[in-house]
Each structure stands twice: as structure tokens, then as C-alpha cells.
């Protein structure tokens, strides 16, 4: 549906509240699941993850295992948590990153509570000042965080289907690929063992070879006219290929951090010169955003190492 066409719809996109706890305006179930629908959204997601954990300084208080499931938690989300717990004497022990996809924002804005995977027991409420809230500002409200990529999800929903419909194309195996036109003089007997095997080849097991045996035949006698096959080819690596560089683009990872293989002669250009370009303009700005936990915290917890491509190949 288009963003601009029945728009009051939208109006009901907001966080309502629920049992003392606000719902997201969008379901995080929902974007969990898409996180494995497409191939380039996932691999986009993942380099930004582990270029950050290659960066992060451990320490003390967070693991590099904690900080990988906030890193990852934010890119997908858009909200990241982590909880702070301390000992007898008030003081900080550890932080531990709280899964966003169960974790909601109490009414007074100030407490957060853990849902449980079956949503039918009673949510864990952490106490005040125990839960750091890192999230990605929305424009429409200012309770929960939003991801980047929202603006790719009609790309990424339609890469999935046209994957499956191209897979459960092969697994049908009854589509009608071609028409058998034969105008040789063959016996009935012969056509009728023909018509039993093109049956036969259908389901699992199809693509298989046909014999015909016709010792009088003339030329072009028997042939195969395709029907659609050449031109549903066709569109599908074309939705395939228009969605994924709609999800590049929402991502903004260079295509060649991804494994994807150029289509022209030009190729895509010097590879050390695009990662350079995406360290500064994509990653130096999450890392910052994720130093907010030091502000908050009041303690240099969050620390990052310069990337360089040149270092990290002479290490290895």
C-alpha cells in the first residue's frame, strides 16, 4: 500500500498502551522475521555487526558477546538495551544486553519491562535507572526507536516472494514449459508411450530426458515451442536484481563488502576505496550514537578501535 494513499490508516500507528507498557508503533515480531527473508538485507545487517564487534574495545563491564547482541538488537530494531547490574554497595558489576524484540517501555517513560516468549506470564519490570535505552529516532513519536531500512521492507517482502514462487515453480513441476508440436509420421502407440512419459516427468524428479525413437523422420518433424518459461526468467532476475539494489540502498553498504559479483566490465570500482568511504560515513556515526551508554553510565565503557584495512591485513 502506498504511503500516501489512505493515510489516515497510519494515524493508528502509535503507541498504545498496554498494560501499564507501550506497544511499538510497528511489530518487532514482524521485522525479526524479515531479518532472514532476504539475502542482501541479513548480509547488510551483519557486515555493519561485525565491523563494530571487529572495532569494539572489550571491557570490564561488557563483553564483546553483549555488545554483538546490542549492536545487532539496534540494527534491527532500531532500540537496544542493556541492563546494569550492580552489588550490595550500589556499585556497577556488569551490563548485560535484554533481547529488544520483548523489551517495552513503561507508561512513566522510566521503567522497562521484559515480555516473556509466550506473552502470557506476568513481563520482569526492571527497576528505575537500571535499564539503558539506546534507540534510532522516529519522526512520529518519541517513546520507541525505528530502523533505517524501513523505506526497503516493499523490496525486501518482494525479493522473498519472487525467491519462493521461483522455487515452488521448480517444486510443482505441472507448469506447462513448452509444447511438444509433432508432425512425423509416429504411430499412435509411440504417441501414446510419449504422452505417458511427459506425465511421469512431473513432480519431483522432473526435468528428466526423453528418448523418441523415429528411424523414418524428417526434419523439424518434432519440436518443442517454449511458452513462458524464457520471459518469467527473465522478470524474475529483474525483481531480483531492482530489490536488491533498493535494499543496498537503504542500507548504503558498498556491494562489494557483500560478496556480490559485478553484472558490467567496469565492475565496482577499488574495494579498499569504498570500504573507506563506508567506515567514515556509515560506521564512525553508529559507533558514536552507541557511545551514549558512556554518557549515561558516566564511564569510558563503550571504546572503539581505528579500522583499517591495511592494519588488519598486515596482522593477519
Excluded at 551483519?46 to 565491523?51: A, D, M, T
Excluded at 533481547?99 to 517513560?109: I, N, Q, V, W
Excluded at 563506508?278 to 571504546?303: A, D, R, S, T, Y
Aim: some cysteine; aromatic content about 10%; proline content about 4%.
Amino acid at each position: 500500500m502506498s504511503m500516501l494513499d489512505r493515510r489516515e490508516i497510519f494515524d493508528y500507528l502509535e503507541c498504545s498502551l498496554i498494560d501499564n507498557y507501550y506497544e511499538p508503533p510497528i511489530s518487532f515480531e514482524g521485522l525479526s522475521r524479515i531479518f532472514r527473508a532476504a539475502a542482501h538485507h541479513s548480509s547488510a545487517i551483519y557486515v555493519k555487526r561485525n565491523i563494530l564487534s571487529s572495532t569494539f574495545v572489550p571491557h570490564k563491564l561488557l563483553s564483546r558477546q553483549d555488545f554483538d547482541r546490542f549492536a545487532l538488537n539496534f540494527l534491527i530494531f532500531g532500540n537496544a538495551y542493556l541492563e546494569r547490574r550492580k552489588n550490595g554497595l550500589n556499585k556497577t558489576i556488569s551490563l548485560k544486553s535484554i533481547p529488544a524484540k520483548l523489551t517495552r517501555r513503561g507508561e512513566d517513560l522510566a521503567t522497562y519491562s521484559l515480555l516473556h516468549a509466550g506473552f502470557d506470564s506476568v513481563p520482569f519490570t526492571f527497576q528505575k535507572g537500571q535499564v539503558f535505552h539506546l534507540l534510532e529516532p522516529d519522526i512520529n513519536q518519541e517513546i520507541y526507536g525505528l530502523p533505517e531500512y524501513l523505506a526497503a521492507m516493499t523490496a525486501i517482502l518482494l525479493n522473498e516472494l519472487a525467491t519462493l514462487f521461483r522455487r515452488k515453480y521448480y517444486l510443482n513441476g505441472s507448469h506447462a514449459g513448452y509444447i511438444l508440436y509433432i508432425n512425423d509420421t509416429i504411430n499412435f502407440q509411440d504417441i501414446d508411450n510419449l504422452r505417458e512419459q511427459l506425465k511421469s516427468s512431473k513432480g519431483l524428479g522432473n526435468f528428466r530426458n526423453l528418448l523418441l525413437y523415429s528411424p523414418n523422420g524428417k526434419k523439424d518433424g518434432i519440436q518443442t515451442i517454449p511458452l513462458s518459461e524464457a520471459a518469467a526468467k527473465d522478470e524474475f532476475l529483474n525483481i531480483k536484481n531492482v530489490s536488491r539494489d533498493d535494499m543496498l540502498a537503504a542500507h548504503r553498504v558498498p556491494p562489494q563488502l557483500m560478496g556480490i559479483m559485478q553484472q558490467n566490465v567496469g565492475g565496482f570500482g577499488d574495494v579498499q576505496k569504498a570500504a573507506n568511504v563506508f567506515i567514515c560515513k556509515e560506521l564512525h556515526p553508529l559507533q558514536h550514537k552507541m557511545q551514549q551508554l558512556n554518557e549515561w553510565l558516566g564511564e569510558e565503557v563503550i571504546q572503539f578501535t581505528p579500522y583499517a584495512l591495511n592494519r588488519i591485513k598486515n596482522k593477519i
